[in-house]
């Protein structure tokens, strides 16, 4: 009795030694059912067009983040009930996005709603390679109003229907995808700023006010140095990482569609957000970018173009001094 005993407290011991040892999140994976990468997306992403949503949040927060925009997102995502759930490749619940990048694991959210479960597994998780970002995709032949969802959410959170995020900072929504090449960027942008002239109500005399944005965070400055070298011979795509030659290519796709257009950073009817996306799997000197075309209501010009934080430093000034 005494040596069973005995064996007991070690192994208690061991148990709790563990647990001290355990990070965090390694504690709470120990007790959830972790969503998993879709490993085919990233592939899917060099073929197709995708829509969907791009989060940003604090950096190893991902699986807090993940879990909280999944919530939000499927209240807001309408319920197609011929959709076919996607089976996704399986990842070792115990990884976690790390200083080096290796993207973000999910936190799986068991709705009490079959259709809201519905909802949100038509998205895709995708593997990113750096930390304090989430992607989601819908699948290439699904096209949702992504901006007409995000807008809702923002109206939910100014009236207070919806509970302000703790760690989702920004949801910007990717209306469509290419290769950061020249052609296919100047097509997908012209396509988008075609159907949102054909949405917007017609305002005779007044000229067209537009804004571009360009965000590399997936690529570091070293990193593009090296790919310049790398890709001397064939620099056609990364010469797009230079936000200047990205700023023409838009510019021009957005005159093609509406000549009198100006640009105007200050208060732009139309602004065109272009993204890096970080992905991990894609082969060298490949670069995949999303892009959007946004009204003015939903994005802030300073100090750089982008789309709204889902809470502002005020509400949270305010926050805090309660």
Not at 247 to 255: L, N
């Amino acid at each position: 009795m005494a040596e069973n005993e005995c064996k007991e407290e070690v192994v208690t011991k061991i148990i709790q030694e563990k647990s001290e040892e355990m990070k965090p999140w390694e504690q709470h994976s120990a007790v959830i059912s972790i969503r998993r990468f879709d490993y085919n997306a990233s592939s899917s992403l060099l073929c197709h067009s995708h829509s969907g949503f791009l989060i940003t949040c604090p950096i190893k927060r991902e699986k807090s983040a993940t879990k909280e925009a999944i919530r939000i997102l499927e209240k807001y995502i309408v319920s197609n009930p011929d959709a076919k759930r996607r089976k996704v490749c399986t990842e070792d619940a115990n990884e976690e996005c790390n200083g080096s990048g290796e993207g973000a694991a999910n936190e799986h959210v068991n709705s009490e709603s079959g259709s809201s479960m519905e909802k949100s597994d038509i998205l895709s998780l995708v593997k990113l390679t750096r930390s304090g970002l989430v992607l989601f995709i819908f699948p290439f032949d699904k096209s949702p109003a992504v901006v007409d969802i995000v807008s809702q959410i923002f109206q939910s959170l100014d009236s207070g229907i919806l509970k302000p995020p703790r760690w989702c900072n920004r949801i910007l929504p990717i209306q469509g995808t290419c290769r950061l090449d020249e052609k296919e960027l100047h097509k997908i942008v012209r396509k988008l700023v075609d159907q949102f002239m054909n949405n917007r109500q017609k305002e005779t005399g007044n000229t067209v006010k537009f804004a571009v944005g360009y965000n590399k965070r997936g690529i570091e400055e070293t990193e593009m140095k090296n790919l310049r070298k790398e890709a001397s011979t064939d620099s056609g795509i990364f010469a797009l990482l230079d936000r200047n030659k990205c700023f023409s290519v838009v510019a021009a796709a957005v005159k093609e569609i509406v000549p009198d257009s100006i640009v105007d950073l200050k208060d732009p009817e139309l602004c065109v957000l272009v993204e890096v996306l970080p992905l991990s799997g894609v082969p060298d000197k490949t670069a995949i970018v999303g892009v959007s075309v946004l009204p003015r209501a939903l994005v802030s010009t300073k100090p750089r173009l982008c789309i709204k934080a889902l809470v502002s430093d005020t509400k949270e000034m305010n926050k805090k001094k309660k």
